[in-house]
């Protein structure tokens, strides 16, 4: 006997819950573009204006935009549906691989640094911060080095050996 779906809450000015999540443009912006547009504004640089005012919105326009989306995503997740929130996912992560187009990946004793002081327990903002490095070009080093750690061992290994080493230097 299945058991039927609890009933999902409805957040306040959020879809309709107990219905599949409505996927179609706000303000003729699709999740793609919404999910472009926040990459941009998480780690271009640029000004928040500058940024808005280049995809032909205004600040008004945009926290509509914004509270739609994070609404429908939001409802997605309490009924379980994925999809939703890895679409937004793969949309956001092309966005910050275009952004970082043609930053040279960093020599794996940099960013065996910038793991080692991460997993040591500092902030991970402040050790950005100090490696003048914008977490949009962080996550895009840390995508980089995961996919050819991951199909690699021996360079895993010798990443490893590298971060704990640099981790025990911190303790001294």
């Given amino acids: 006997m ?3 779906k609890p009933r999902v ?3 306040p000015g959020g879809p309709e819950p107990n219905v599949p999540v409505p996927r179609t443009p706000v303000e003729g912006m699709g999740l793609a573009a919404y999910a472009a547009i926040s990459a941009r504004l998480a780690g271009s640089g640029r000004r928040r204006a ?14 509509r935009v914004e509270k739609t989306w994070a609404l429908r995503l939001a ?7 994925l999809s939703f929130a890895r ?6 992560a092309a966005a910050q691989a275009e952004l970082a187009q043609g ?9 065996a640094d910038l793991v080692a002081a991460i997993e040591s327990g500092r902030e991970p903002g402040a050790v950005l911060a100090d490696a003048k490095m914008p977490l949009a070009e962080f996550l895009e080093q840390q995508r980089r080095w995961t996919a050819m750690l991951v199909a690699d061992r021996e360079l ?3 990443f ?3 971060v704990t080493a640099r981790k025990q230097g911190s303790d001294r």
């Fill in 75 to 81: 409802t997605a997740l309490m009924q379980q549906d």
């Fill in 87 to 92: 679409e937004y996912e793969d949309a956001f």
């Fill in 103 to 111: 930053t040279p990946l960093l020599p794996m004793a940099s960013y």
């Fill in 160 to 162: 490893r050996a590298m």
């Fill in 50 to 63: 500058e940024v808005l005012s280049g995809a032909g919105l205004n600040e008004a326009n945009w926290l």
């Fill in 2 to 4: 299945d058991t039927p």
């Fill in 156 to 158: 895993a290994a010798s």
């Fill in 9 to 11: 809450p409805r957040l």
